[in-house]
């Protein structure tokens, strides 16, 4: 389980740029959930996921995962037990080097490294079996370099690799924006399987209303470093895009736009 209790965040303090975004901000997040996050520009999505990750300090509040505070861990620690999607397809692989030499590395996250060979060539049925769940035919592309995929399939092998070890928490940082609208389609179908075959908890940042609402457990919108609408189980399954649509339309009228 994920606990954010009373949480404060302020950028450049102490100068004419001072912006607190989070305020005593709490959220629990429970083992199992596939949360959506949507909300505009600067409503504090991906902020979200940096103080989860590590990424940037909290200034006041805890963080929990199971009981424990980890606001003093490390960012590389924290990624021993979270996964990572970005929205960019190149953040989650290394370009130069092969699926092979990719799925191997992700394999060994968090595991004690020396002077070993990094590729374990015992391992690679695994990977092939891996990839063919995926539907993509990368599994005849073991040895080709991942930066010469297309965006779609790198971010298919960035998702598989985010998962292969064992997770506290899988965050999908808008994992599907830098793609075509097939191949996100395609990328939300392979998430939504990934997450229910292997009972992952995850958090998903997303601009698409309709991916919000069509997946996951709960759905969360945010504003201003605000929940302004937390709806789950039957609540979130009768929710339709419009009616997101709808509150995004009265937010905007309010800000004067």
């Known amino acids: 389980m994920l606990e954010l209790k009373n949480i404060t965040k302020i950028f450049n303090p102490g100068s004419v740029t001072e912006m607190c975004l989070f305020e005593n901000f709490n959220l629990t997040v429970q083992e199992g959930e596939f949360v959506s996050v949507v909300g505009s520009n600067g409503s504090g999505k991906t902020t979200l996921l940096n103080l989860i990750c590590g990424s940037i300090p909290v200034d006041e509040g805890e963080i929990l995962i199971g009981g424990k505070d980890i606001r ?17 397809p190149a953040l989650g ?18 595991k004690p490294f020396g002077l070993t060979g990094g590729v374990n060539r015992k391992r690679a049925d695994y990977y092939r079996d891996q990839l063919a769940s995926l539907g993509l035919g990368l599994e005849d592309k073991m040895n080709v370099q991942v930066g010469s995929l297309s965006g779609g399939q790198r971010q298919a092998v960035s998702l598989l690799m985010a998962t292969m070890t064992p997770l506290d928490f899988l965050i999908l940082d808008e994992h599907t924006a830098a793609l075509d609208p097939r191949t996100a389609e395609i990328i939300m179908e392979l998430t939504d399987k990934i997450v229910k075959e292997k009972g992952l908890t995850a958090i998903m940042v997303t601009h698409n209303l309709r991916y919000a609402v069509e997946y996951g457990t709960r759905l969360l919108m945010m504003d201003k470093g605000q929940i302004i ?17 709808h509150i995004f339309n009265q937010i905007s009228i309010e800000c004067g736009n």
């Open 72 to 88: 003093k861990q490390k960012e590389f620690f924290r990624y021993r037990t979270i996964g990572r999607v970005y929205q960019d």
């Open 93 to 110: 692989t290394c370009p130069h080097m092969t699926i092979l030499e990719n799925m191997s590395l992700a394999d060994n996250k968090g």
């Open 229 to 245: 609408l937390d709806q789950a189980g039957e609540a979130k399954k009768n929710m339709k895009t419009d009616d997101i649509l």
